[in-house]
């Protein structure tokens, strides 16, 4: 049986520390290096209920996408929330190893997760990491569609491939649009407007996006780029979906890929992936579609 340390060691070996960026906080948050580790257990959030499945699962190491402090705290008191999970993880021996903007960024990474749920070829990073040669890491993923889509076919293929979510699949821009290339991007993607106009892509998938800058976006302006000439860029769609949904995939993802480390070192890990939806939406009721006739 494996050391905690061991499996850190092949984890920062995916996702190494010094990759993430200078504002993130990853690597292990709680864990003795020297404790044996049998089972671990994949999930996108640290949060309450996905360390009590640890606790019932039996897991000696959690790994999380999200970090769970991701500034300084004064207290891991347990009449806090964020206290009590660490006090539940240390009650019961769990490790807790979070791989955020460096599992981002990695060859594979999330975003690669992301296109391979939806069956999407991925021709290269969206934002390339200048630090790789062989210009396969970075943020986000450019890909190619064997067979054009509308955008309405490709948010129905997001809706049925991602985990189910209150939000579903949300389309701004002209959903019957022919799509050839996409570029995704799991997590809060609004920050890559601008690369994604000049990726000269049809339609860009990712979460958290919000009312302005999509507006501006699809209308054909770049956002950060003032005064914006009207009607300069080609029209392009976007699908939002929920923050959550997509980056659950790297979860399957890494899980694999520390199945294959476990089996090369004969350590005989069980790996398993939380199914717990941590959305924080958890509703969502539909408007009238606007070609059913409006309201009375
Ligand atoms: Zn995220």
Redesign the pocket.
């Known amino acids: 049986m494996p050391r905690l340390s061991e499996v850190i060691a092949a984890l920062e070996n995916l996702w190494p520390a010094e990759r993430a960026e200078s504002w993130d906080a990853v690597g292990t948050v709680v864990g003795d290096p020297e404790q044996e580790v049998s089972r671990v257990l994949f999930a996108?959030d640290p949060v309450q209920g996905i360390v009590d499945e640890a606790v019932k699962l039996g897991a000696d190491l959690l790994v999380t996408?999200?970090p769970l402090y991701l500034r300084g705290t004064t207290t891991v008191a347990a009449s806090t929330v964020k206290g009590r999970v660490v006090h539940t993880l240390i009650k019961h021996d769990i490790a807790l190893h979070v791989a955020?903007t460096n599992a981002d960024s990695a060859d594979p990474g999330v975003s690669d997760a992301l296109a391979g749920a939806l069956d999407l070829r991925v021709t290269g990073p969206l934002v390339p990491d200048p630090g790789d040669p062989a210009g396969r890491r970075g943020l986000g993923r450019i890909c190619a569609l064997d067979h054009p889509l509308t955008v309405r076919e490709l948010a129905a293929r997001a809706a049925e491939r991602l985990p189910a979510t209150a939000q579903g699949i949300r389309v701004a821009g002209d959903p019957d649009a022919v799509v050839r290339t996409v570029a995704v991007s799991?997590?809060?993607g609004d920050s890559l407007f601008d690369q994604v106009r000049a990726a000269g892509v049809d339609a860009f998938l990712t979460?958290d996006l919000r009312h302005h800058p999509v507006s501006e976006f699809v209308a054909g302006r770049a956002p950060t780029t003032a005064p914006a000439p009207l009607t300069s860029l080609p029209p392009l769609a976007l699908l939002d979906a929920a923050?959550?949904a997509?980056?659950w995939p790297w979860c399957e993802l890494a899980a694999t890929q520390l199945d294959e480390i476990s089996d090369r070192h004969g350590w005989d890990l069980r790996v398993h992936v939380s199914k717990t939806v941590t959305d924080p939406w958890t509703a969502h009721a539909a408007s009238f579609e606007p070609t059913a006739g409006a309201p009375n």
């Open positions: 996108v996408h999200h955020h799991g997590g809060s979460a923050h959550w997509t980056e």
